[in-house]
């Protein structure tokens, strides 16, 4: 019942930042929570970035002070600002959201962080 959509991966080198974009379409009210996750190779899926319906923000510790998650409700988006970007942040982007107890991802977008 709800689309996710990301947008703005890519390869950037070590301390460039990029910006991702997940547009949510669908049966978009009542949507709580929406996050960021990311999953490397051979590695399980985390959560990198999460806000709530009231704007609370959480972050993954490795992830703190560099990025920045943010929604915009009337336009049914959540954004991810990803700033000094390092190697270890190479992994496969989700966008995440929880509508009525249901849990909806998008397709991934890469990003790829390397000289």
């Known amino acids: 019942q709800v689309q996710l959509v990301e947008s703005g991966g890519g390869l950037v080198q070590p301390g460039g930042s990029l910006r991702l974009s997940c547009a949510a379409s669908?049966?978009?009210?009542?949507?709580?929570?929406m996050a960021w996750y990311r999953q490397a190779p051979g590695q399980q899926r985390e959560l990198v970035a999460r806000?709530?319906?009231?704007?609370?923000?959480n972050y993954a510790d490795s992830v703190k002070g560099r990025f920045t998650i943010s929604r915009d409700n009337a336009k049914n988006t959540v954004d991810l600002q990803m700033n000094s970007l390092q190697p270890e942040d190479t992994a496969v982007y989700y966008c995440?959201?929880?509508?009525?107890?249901?849990?909806?991802w998008g397709q991934g977008t890469q990003v790829t962080v390397s000289s």
């Open positions: 806000i709530g319906s009231g704007g609370r923000r």
């Open positions: 995440y959201v929880n509508r009525q107890l249901r849990d909806y």
């Open positions: 669908g049966s978009i009210f009542s949507i709580n929570a």
